[in-house]
């Protein structure tokens, strides 16, 4: 009979993995397009610096059960489904990718900097050629942070239907099945373990650049 | 007509004064040393050469021209800029960092390497052995050379040295600066050489400016520095007397 359950939990479980995968790469992807760029922004100004962190704060304080629930009635970009589920987790995922790429770029050494425009770079090349090279550890580091927070938090996606590992999760508190929960948080902390030391493998690997 | 001129020249940051009133003019060839204690605005002046500060009031002329009619990336390509510690792209090769500015102007690639092999050797490094090392593999003299090196890539006319050698032991700092001499007189560069080490000046310069407190208390060659009853300029030469050193 235990074999049936596995049998069963194996099968959806790859599906359910798949859509967590999917939730994951999706939210940090656009964490990524929107943190980045809007990082170097406010490293070139005090004052986006100031609105543009304060506003991912505010996100990354509001509790994720309640994030969920807000967004569901909102029309257009809430709902129940994935998009919505994508939207909170980019909300999650935004401040230390933003973060970093801040704190990356102005801990550039000021003498190196200050060379890179006595050259002649323009400033395209400046940020090109040598800050975001010299940033990239720093800002992998905010994407390895995120990433692994992303794939813990995702587990509550399935709260609003946007499937993933939480659905198990959810089941199994719902009938009191402590497999069917453990069938989700495993695997989810075992993603976990693996982002975390595939991207600091990466990290190290460009700090020694 | 003079490859740098300051015509009364002011700079302000948030209504503090900083430079104020300086006119001098740096000839083709020579090497004009900008001498003052910490503070007195060596720096503020040296990046007013190269664009990367603009006068409040006066003008600065290079080449003939105002710095502010100048395209300021065109203008510091032009200009060969060494700081303390060199400033080196970490992680750059050493062949990398000396060949940037031939790159930012797109030399062919062949033209590039056999420019940086040429400059490694001509500052002491051996191309063979240290084009390839990243800037961290290299002593602060080597590095110091490296940037004398990457400055000279592009054939500068002008030369701008902010305290190059301020961080280096006694006697490298000697052997960096007799490069310089022989550099200086094979390659006939202008040269505008800021330092705090008046011993280091009146080795370097054709000619020295004393800056005090923003204004331009003394200028002329190492030996009428040597005869200046100007104050400040007595306080340093104060620095070269024999029991001047023992404090
Ligand atoms: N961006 C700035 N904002 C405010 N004050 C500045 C700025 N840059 C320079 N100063 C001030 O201007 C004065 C001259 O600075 P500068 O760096 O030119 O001095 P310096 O002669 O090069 O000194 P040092 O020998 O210590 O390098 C100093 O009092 C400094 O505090
Ligand atoms: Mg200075």
Redesign the pocket.
């Known amino acids: 009979m235990l074999s049936d359950v596995l049998q069963d939990l194996l099968e959806e479980g790859g599906e359910l993995l798949v859509q967590h995968l999917v939730l994951v790469f999706v939210s940090m992807a656009i964490a990524c397009a929107i943190g980045i760029p809007l990082g170097i922004a406010a490293a070139a100004s005090p004052r986006t610096r100031r609105f543009a962190l304060a506003f991912a704060g505010i996100g990354q304080t509001i509790p994720s059960l309640a994030l969920f629930g807000f967004l569901i009635p909102i029309p257009f970009i809430g709902g129940i489904g994935e998009h919505t589920a994508i939207l909170a987790l980019v909300v999650y995922a935004l401040l230390p990718v933003l973060r970093n790429t801040v704190t990356g770029i102005l801990g550039v050494d000021a003498g190196v900097r200050d060379s890179a425009i006595a050259m002649g770079m323009t400033p395209r090349q400046v940020l090109r050629m040598v800050e975001l090279p010299l940033a990239a550890p720093t800002i992998l580091a905010g994407i390895r942070i995120a990433t692994v927070t992303t794939i813990g938090t995702a587990t509550i996606a399935a709260a609003i239907g946007a499937g993933g590992l939480g659905v198990f999760i959810f089941r199994g508190i719902a009938s009191i099945d402590k497999l069917q929960i453990l069938a989700g948080a495993i695997p989810a902390a075992l993603l976990a373990l693996i982002a975390d030391a595939g991207l600091g493998a990466l990290e190290k690997r460009w700090s020694v650049r | 007509m003079p490859e740098i001129e300051f015509r009364n020249v002011g700079y302000a ?2 209504g ?1 004064q ?1 430079l104020c009133d300086i006119s001098f003019s740096v000839e083709a060839g020579e090497t004009l040393v900008l001498l ?10 040296l990046r007013l050469i190269n664009a990367m500060l603009l006068p409040a009031s006066g003008e600065l002329r290079v080449a003939g021209r105002p710095t502010t009619a100048h395209d300021r990336v065109a203008l510091r390509r032009s200009i060969g800029y060494v700081i303390q510690d060199a400033g080196l792209f970490p992680h750059f090769t050493v062949a990398r960092n000396v060949g940037l500015v031939p790159s930012l102007e797109n030399w062919p690639r062949e033209k590039v390497n056999a420019r940086v092999a040429e400059l490694l050797d001509r500052v002491g490094l051996p191309s063979q052995e240290f084009a390839n090392r990243k800037p961290r593999e290299l002593s602060g003299g080597q590095r110091q050379r490296v940037g004398v090196a990457r400055a000279l890539a592009a054939d500068p006319r002008i030369l701008l040295f ?2 190059p050698f301020g961080a280096l032991d006694p006697v490298t700092r000697l052997d960096l600066q007799n490069e310089f001499l022989r550099l200086r007189d094979e390659l006939r560069k202008t040269s505008v050489f ?1 330092t ?1 080490d008046v011993r280091e000046a009146m080795r370097l310069a054709t000619r020295i400016a004393l ?1 005090d407190q ?1 204004r331009l208390a003394f200028l002329g060659t190492p030996a009428e520095f040597r005869r200046s009853d100007n104050p400040e300029a007595a306080r340093f030469l104060e620095v070269l007397r024999p029991d001047g050193a023992a404090c």
């Open positions: 940051v948030g503090r900083i003052g204690r910490s503070g007195s605005g060596k720096t503020t002046a902010d305290e800021v705090h800056l923003g």
